[in-house]
C-alpha cells in the first residue's frame, strides 16, 4: 500500500486532473484508483491502529461520481463528470462531514491546545459548502455506494485525528465531550442521507443490494463504537468532581457505544455460519468488526454492567454469540483461531461479572473441515433448492492459503456441475457449501424462497 499510494501521488492521482486535453471519462477512472487506495489504506489503518500515510489537506481529486462506468457517456453522465462538477459539487472541501469546520490534526495544532469551542466565526454556511444533496437526484447504484463508502471513511479519519492522537490529549475533557457530540450528529446525518435501497436499518426481504447494505451497517456501527468508545471507562476515578451534566453525558456515550456492538451483532444470524457470511457480507475485514464489537461488550461486562444494568442478560448471549462466531471461523483461519482465543478467555473472565456463565461454551479448539460435507454432497443428501436442481448450484472453493483473508472467494473458479466437481474439490482440499450454508444464503438473499440460480452467487447482475 506505501508503494501504491507513493506512485499514486507521484502521478498525480490525489490532485484534480484540469488537463484539457484528457477526457473527463478517464479523469474519472484515475478519480476512482485514488479513493480506492485511500479507502483501502484507511482501513487498513484502523484494523492495525498504526498511522495512514495520506493527508486529507493535499487531496484535491474530486469525490468518486455515483454513476457506472457504462453510463459515462449518457447525457446525466457527462453532466456529473464535467469540470464544473469536479471544482464544486465533487469537491471534497466543498461536501464536509460536518456542518462545522472539520478540524484536521495538522489544522488543529495551529489552535490553542486548551480551546474547548470552535470559533462560530469559522462556521461555514449552508450555502458555500452546499454538500451532497445532489446525490438525491441519483438512482441507488454500486457507485453511488462507493462514495458513501469514502464519505464515511472520511469521517472516520477526523475521528482518529480528533479523539486518538496524542494531540487530541492535550484538550480538556469538556471539549472531547462536544468533539464526540459533533462527531455523532455527523455520523447520524450520513445514516439519514442514506438512499432507501441502502438503509440498513430497516428490515428488507428483497435481495437487490444485499451486499452493500451489510457493508454499510458493519462500516457504520464500526464508527459509532470509534466515536464513543472513549467515554466506555471509569471516567468518575480518572476524572474526579464531574458535573452531573457531565457524568450523564459519559453515561449515554458509553451506553451507544456498547449498543452499536450489539446492533452490529444483530445484523448477523445466531446461528454461525462463515460461509454464509462471507458470501453476503464484508468479508474482507469481517472478523475485526467482530472482534471489535466483542471486546467493546465485554469491557461493559468486566465493569459489571454499570453504564447498562437492566443489560446484563442481553449482553451476555451477545458476547457468547460473538464468540460462537469466531468459533466457526477459526475451522479455516489462523487469524479467526488467534481472535477466538483471545475472545473466548477474555469471555471466561469477564461473564461471572455480568452474572453469566459458560458452560454451554466450546473449551477445545475446532478441528479442520472434515471430509463428512464433502461425502454429504456427493451422496445427494443435501435438501432442494425451491428454484432448482441441486447439480445446478454453485460450488464455493476456498483458497488453501491458511493466511489469506478469508475461506471463501466469490471470484475463485467454480465448477458449474456439482457432481462433476465435488472430487476435484476434495483432491485440492477444497470445501463443499453445505445444506446449512444454502439455507443461510437463501434465506438472506430472499425471504420469500425463491432464487434466481441464473445468477451465481457472487456473480449477481444486480448493482452491488
Not at 491502529?49 to 481529486?61: A, F, K, L, P
Not at 446484563?312 to 479467526?336: H, I, T
Not at 477474555?346 to 455480568?354: C, D, F, G, N, S
Request: charged share 20%.
Amino acid at each position: 500500500m506505501g508503494i501504491a499510494i507513493r506512485a499514486a501521488t507521484g502521478l498525480g492521482l490525489n490532485m484534480r486532473n484540469e488537463c484539457p486535453r484528457t477526457p473527463d471519462s478517464l479523469k474519472e477512472i484515475r478519480y476512482r484508483v485514488w479513493w480506492s487506495l485511500y479507502v483501502l489504506e484507511h482501513q487498513l489503518g484502523n484494523m492495525t491502529g498504526r498511522q495512514t500515510s495520506i493527508s486529507d489537506e493535499s487531496c484535491t481529486s474530486p469525490l468518486p461520481a455515483p454513476l457506472d462506468e457504462e453510463h459515462f457517456q449518457s447525457e446525466e453522465g457527462t453532466n456529473l463528470l464535467s469540470m464544473e462538477m469536479q471544482k464544486r459539487g465533487r469537491n471534497p472541501s466543498t461536501c464536509p462531514l460536518s456542518s462545522s469546520v472539520i478540524a484536521t490534526p495538522s489544522s488543529d495544532r495551529s489552535r490553542s491546545a486548551s480551546s474547548s469551542k470552535l470559533p462560530s466565526s469559522r462556521s461555514p454556511s449552508s450555502k458555500q459548502f452546499p454538500g451532497l444533496d445532489w446525490t438525491k437526484r441519483v438512482a441507488p447504484n454500486a457507485s453511488l455506494y462507493f462514495l458513501e463508502y469514502v464519505q464515511l471513511t472520511r469521517l472516520t479519519q477526523q475521528i482518529l485525528g480528533k479523539l486518538y492522537t496524542p494531540f487530541a490529549a492535550q484538550h480538556s475533557w469538556g471539549h472531547i465531550q462536544s468533539t464526540i457530540s459533533q462527531l455523532e450528529s455527523d455520523l447520524e446525518n450520513w445514516a439519514r442521507d442514506l438512499p432507501p435501497a441502502f438503509d440498513f436499518k430497516r428490515k428488507r426481504r428483497d435481495r437487490e443490494f444485499e451486499e452493500i447494505r451489510w457493508s454499510l451497517g458493519f462500516f457504520y456501527y464500526s464508527t459509532r463504537m470509534k466515536i464513543n468508545r472513549p467515554c466506555l471507562c471509569r471516567l468518575d476515578r480518572k476524572i474526579p468532581g464531574q458535573s452531573a451534566k457531565s457524568k450523564e453525558f459519559n453515561r449515554d456515550a458509553a451506553q451507544r457505544c456498547v449498543d452499536a456492538a450489539q446492533d452490529m451483532l444483530s445484523l448477523i444470524p445466531d446461528e454461525p455460519n462463515a460461509v454464509g457470511l462471507n458470501s453476503v457480507g464484508p468479508w474482507w475485514n469481517i472478523l475485526h468488526y467482530l472482534v471489535q464489537a466483542c471486546t467493546v461488550i465485554m469491557l461493559e461486562m468486566s465493569f459489571r454492567v454499570t453504564h447498562m444494568p437492566g443489560e446484563a442478560e442481553n449482553l451476555v448471549k451477545a458476547s457468547k454469540k460473538g464468540v460462537r462466531w469466531l468459533y466457526q471461523m477459526s475451522e479455516d483461519s489462523v487469524s479467526a483461531r488467534r481472535a477466538w482465543q483471545f475472545c473466548d478467555s477474555l469471555l471466561r473472565e469477564t461473564i461471572p461479572k455480568a452474572g453469566g456463565n459458560v458452560d454451554d461454551m466450546p473449551i477445545q479448539p475446532p478441528d479442520r473441515v472434515s471430509t463428512s460435507s464433502y461425502q454429504e454432497l456427493a451422496t445427494g443428501a443435501l435438501p432442494q433448492l425451491p428454484s432448482a436442481n441441486i447439480q445446478d448450484a454453485t460450488a464455493y472453493q476456498a483458497m488453501t492459503d491458511l493466511n489469506a483473508y478469508t475461506m471463501f472467494d466469490q471470484y475463485m473458479p467454480y465448477q458449474q456441475n456439482m457432481n462433476g466437481g465435488v472430487g476435484l474439490a476434495q483432491d485440492q482440499g477444497w470445501p463443499v457449501i453445505t445444506s446449512a450454508e444454502f439455507e443461510f444464503i437463501n434465506n438472506a438473499y430472499d425471504g420469500h424462497g425463491h432464487y434466481d440460480m441464473g445468477n451465481d452467487f457472487g456473480h449477481d447482475t444486480q448493482p452491488g
